[in-house]
């Protein structure tokens, strides 16, 4: 698979996206070879085997999922990530739907495999930690879903965004839980007010920055 924006970012972490799942949601395996550490973000269906065949060439271990937020579509593999012995980090706004995927049903695929998950840690606005050596921030974006989390890797100026922006888009907020007007608020005053060369790295599509989104994104002006 491609390694995307290597070359926006402070080595040694690589950044291998995998789409993955009915909607070709973007995981992100992020990779640091030096300490033998990588990162999942986001888990869509069936995507855990490509995850291992990376790790597996690699020669690194998964330490960690992320989970931007929890729709269907970026948690049809977190249950199967994380009995591998993965701790998920997820916004604690998003518990029901992680821990009750059932409630999902109304709009998901009829048919699709829901695997309820557990989070073994629940973020909430402004907590930071570490992970590939370097300080991880979690902002809280809601709007789209409830528990939306953008994973801010301040050392590589990257990103992780979900569903609450893309390039040249924003998120659906005609879901349980959403609402046009806290996403714009959202996304002007907690990813507009990251550096401008900040990466965005969305749930769909391809990457755009912060700057670009902010000049523009023709459904939320800065």
């Known amino acids: ?7 926006r970012i402070s080595k040694p972490m690589e950044i291998h996206v995998l789409p993955a799942g009915p909607l070709e949601t973007n995981a992100y395996l992020l990779i640091d070879a030096a300490r033998h550490e990588a990162v999942l973000v986001d888990a869509p269906h069936d995507v855990l085997p490509e ?4 790790l597996l060439k690699t020669n690194c271990k998964l330490v960690a999922l992320l989970i931007t937020h ?7 593999d977190a249950s199967r990530v994380r009995n591998t012995g993965v701790p998920l980090y997820a916004g604690e706004d998003d518990r029901a739907f992680i821990e009750h995927p059932e409630v999902m049903g109304i709009f998901a695929i009829p048919g699709l495999r829901m695997e309820a998950s557990v989070i073994d840690r629940a973020l909430k606005q402004g907590d930071t930690f570490e992970l590939l ?20 890797f301040q050392r590589s100026g990257v990103a992780f965004v979900g569903d609450v922006v893309f390039a040249g888009s924003i998120g ?10 806290m996403l714009a608020d959202a996304i002007r005053s907690r990813i507009y007010t990251l550096p401008g060369n900040t990466v965005l790295y ?21």
């Open 1 to 7: 698979m491609p390694v995307l924006g290597t070359d």
């Open 51 to 54: 995850v291992q065949a990376q």
């Open 172 to 181: 659906r907020t005609d879901f349980p839980g959403g609402s046009f007007e």
């Open 202 to 222: 969305p749930g769909h599509g391809p990457e755009t920055t912060v700057a670009e989104e902010k000049a523009n994104n023709p459904y939320v002006a800065a």
């Open 133 to 152: 050596g370097e300080n991880v921030e979690a902002r809280h974006v809601p709007g789209h879903c409830p528990g939306s989390i953008v994973y801010h």
């Open 70 to 76: 929890g729709h269907w579509d970026h948690t049809g």
